[in-house]
Every structure is written in C-alpha cells, then in structure tokens.
C-alpha cells in the first residue's frame, strides 16, 4: 500500500495511517509530518485519522520535543479528538485509572515536566490544569512535576498548594516532593517553614536522604 500511494494510486486512510506509523516509529519528523498533513488535507472526518495523531504525539515525546507535542495536543483539543482514548490506542488499559500508563497523561507529564526543569511554573501549572479540564486525572509525577516547578522558581506558596491539591486528589506526596517545598523555602530563605516541613516529612515517616 505505501509503495503504490507513493506511485501515485489513488489514496486510502490506511495507507496514509501506515506511511505516518512507518515515519514516526522511524523519528523521521519531517516526513511524518508531510504525510499528516497529506491526510489532513485528503480526510477532513477526524475519525479517519485519530490514531495518526496518536502517532505524531508519540513521536514528538521521543523526539524531546515540548513544542510541536504541546501544538499536536492543542490541535487535537481543537478538533474535538482524543486519540488515546481509543481501543487501538489504550490496548488493554483502563482510561480512569489515575495511576495506569495512560499515553496522553504521558505527553502531558512530560511538557509538564520540561516546563519544570526551566523553573517556568505558570506553564507547569497550565499544561496540568488543560488535563485536568479535559477530564484526564493527574498522577503522582504530574503533581510532583508541578511542585518541583514552583519550587524552582521559589514560589513557596504554590508549591504548598499543589501539595494540597495532590492530597486531595488522594494522591499522597514523594519524598522528592516534601524535599522539593524544602528546596523552595530553603531558596527563598525561609528556613523556619522549611524546617515546619522537614518534620512534617519525619512525621509521615519519611525518612530524610541526601536531598533533603
């Protein structure tokens, strides 16, 4: 099928769907997005290429890359699409569950997570809220991420809430994530909250590591 597409057959969804697999298990970006587009442009029924964004997501997490996944999620958002919410996509997984492997929580995990290394809390927050209203449950590594975020960028206060949203959640915080309101409070100088913390971790029988 895809050489008599590339021969100049008559196009079929499948073959586009095979060509855009192929180049993306590849990491061939530029050609998997020609091929994406090609369909987008030949199919306008969003259902004839749902796992085709699938793959193009996949794709830019592997490749590292916040910004073209963060545009393919908006994308799909826009369109009304959910790729990963389908059968083909989930294979035996459970949608609602908050701690599964989930793809689409992965993407967002991860552009939650990039956004925190840089210390950018309010895109950390952004990426985590848009999930959240897309009615994707959150788990413990998005709330972690959005911690370490606020932490890096010395927001104390935030970096407390989101300790309580994830509890409320009933998600039960890391010891990296304890450690990193410490590392927030111990940056903006607050040793007295900080130490606050440090026993709230002693008292959930957390126990200290180099980190902390």
Known sequence: EIMQLELGSKPTTPMFRSLITLCCSMEERKRAEFW??????????????????????????KLKDPRRLSEMLN??????????????????????????????????????????????????????????????????????????????????????????????????PRIRDINSVIFACARSGNIQKANVWFQHMISKGMEPNIFT
């Not at 994406?36 to 997490?61: G, I, Q, V, W």
């Open 36 to 61: 994406f587009e090609s369909l987008n442009r030949a199919f306008k029924d969003p259902e004839s290429f749902t796992s085709s964004h699938h793959d193009m997501a996949t794709m830019y997490m």
């Open 75 to 172: 994308r799909m958002n826009q369109k009304g699409i959910t790729p990963f919410e389908s059968k083909e996509a989930l294979g035996d997984g459970e949608q609602d569950e908050p701690e599964g492997n989930h793809p689409l929580r992965d993407a967002y995990n991860f552009l939650v997570s990039q956004a925190g290394k840089s210390g950018n809390d309010r895109l950390a927050e952004h990426y985590l809220r848009e999930m959240l209203s897309i009615g994707l449950k959150a788990n413990v590594v998005t709330y972690g991420s959005v911690v370490d975020a606020c932490a890096r960028a010395k927001q104390v206060e935030k970096a407390e809430m989101w300790i309580g949203r994830m509890q409320t959640a009933g998600i039960e």
